[in-house]
């Protein structure tokens, strides 16, 4: 009997096996040091740890199966990550046990991909070739509290087409509950969708991105950018502005007022054999009726080391110089209310 169990079993788990074509698992431990003025030397992740399954079924015609699945958390003390969608920032709450993506979907390389679930959040992804820091760590180029840092979009279905001679379109469309009712009794459920392009080549990129975002009084964002790579130095330019609507800001803004946001970003990337050295400067502009008005400028800058192909270490100095301390809110990295603040981050960072 047991025999013909096992039999039954390993049949059952080849027949898996011969179906999913392609299963990948994969990921990055990150974890470092960090001391930011006026607080205490604790732990500090510069890119969030990940735990990777991606897997694609063939179904003939050309036509695959895919799926995606990411696990988030900070290897220091082994919590959770948050914060990683818009609505997660802009309802200051702690977010989901699952902050990665988990979809899945059909592709077609004539036709392009869609996936269906939580989602990367399309503006964010295509805008994050203008930092060199990714949307991460202390010398982010945009704000704490800036939805375009946002990673990931749930109730989502997202397309991806293919590229034409560099151009390529992706978009999304995002499912709202509506029933969300903040403290002054007002709704703020309203669906979402992201349209972007980008175009690129070898030496240059332009891409551009209007998003209205999910859950949020109809609030909206745009973006544009561009980058040139001459030799190993590639310097990008963005700007990118949006506007979230006063039904959404209950726990960010005591005021509950309306909150514009633009911000600049200029960078710099120069890569020679195993060092790579990084520069962004970003302008930020708030303006409320409230008291988060002013401006703020922020500067990063980062030196990695390659170790190997897998394995990097990381230095990074950022010092960001705001208006007033509510500005330093709004745009410092660990969201503390002063008008200056330098950060000092080093570490190591391992992809597998």
């Not at 694609?56 to 199966?65: H, I, K, P, R, V």
């Not at 290897?75 to 309802?91: Q, V, W």
């Not at 006063?246 to 946001?261: D, P, T």
């Not at 002063?338 to 960072?349: A, K, L, P, R």
Request: charged share 20%.
């Amino acid at each position: 009997m047991k025999k013909t169990v096992v039999a039954i079993a390993v049949g059952f788990l080849a027949g898996i096996a011969h179906a999913q074509t392609n299963v990948t698992i994969n990921g990055q431990l990150d974890i470092g040091v960090l001391k930011e003025t006026g607080s205490d030397t604790r732990m500090m992740r510069n890119h969030d740890n990940l735990l990777r399954f991606k897997g694609s079924e063939e179904l003939g015609n050309g036509n695959q199966a895919v799926f995606n699945l990411e696990h988030r958390w900070d290897s220091s003390d082994g919590a959770r990550c948050s914060g990683n969608n818009a609505i997660d920032r802009l309802h200051d709450t702690p977010g989901v046990d699952w902050q990665g993506a988990a979809n899945v979907g059909v592709q077609n390389k004539e036709w392009g991909r869609v996936l269906l679930g939580r989602v990367s959040n399309v503006s964010g992804e295509n805008y994050s070739k203008v930092d060199p820091f990714l949307f991460d760590g202390i010398a982010l180029s945009v704000g704490n509290m800036t939805v375009l840092s946002s990673s990931q979009t749930p109730d989502s279905i997202r397309y991806d087409s293919p590229s034409w001679h560099g151009l390529r379109f992706n978009g999304s469309y995002s499912v709202g509950k509506s029933k969300h009712i903040n403290d002054y009794n007002k709704s703020y459920g309203n669906d979402g969708f992201v349209l972007g392009a980008v175009y690129e080549n070898d030496s240059f990129f332009l891409l551009a991105d209007y998003e209205r975002i999910q859950d949020s009084d109809k609030s909206w964002g745009w973006n544009v950018g561009a980058g040139y790579t001459v030799n190993d130095l590639t310097l990008t330019l963005g700007y990118h502005t949006h506007k979230v609507s006063r039904a959404v800001m209950y726990k960010l803004l005591e005021e509950n007022n309306a909150l514009k946001q633009n911000s600049v970003t200029a960078a710099a990337k120069y890569q020679t054999g195993p060092h790579t050295f990084k520069f962004s400067y970003n302008w930020g502009q708030a303006d409320s009726d409230g008291e988060y008005n002013g401006h703020s400028n922020k500067y990063g800058f980062g030196y990695d080391y390659a170790l190997s192909k897998r394995t990097t270490l990381y230095t990074i100095v950022a010092y960001i110089d705001s208006s007033n301390s509510k500005m330093g809110r709004l745009y410092n990295t660990n969201g503390t209310e002063s008008d200056s603040m330098t950060g000092v981050n080093f570490g190591i960072t391992h992809r597998f």
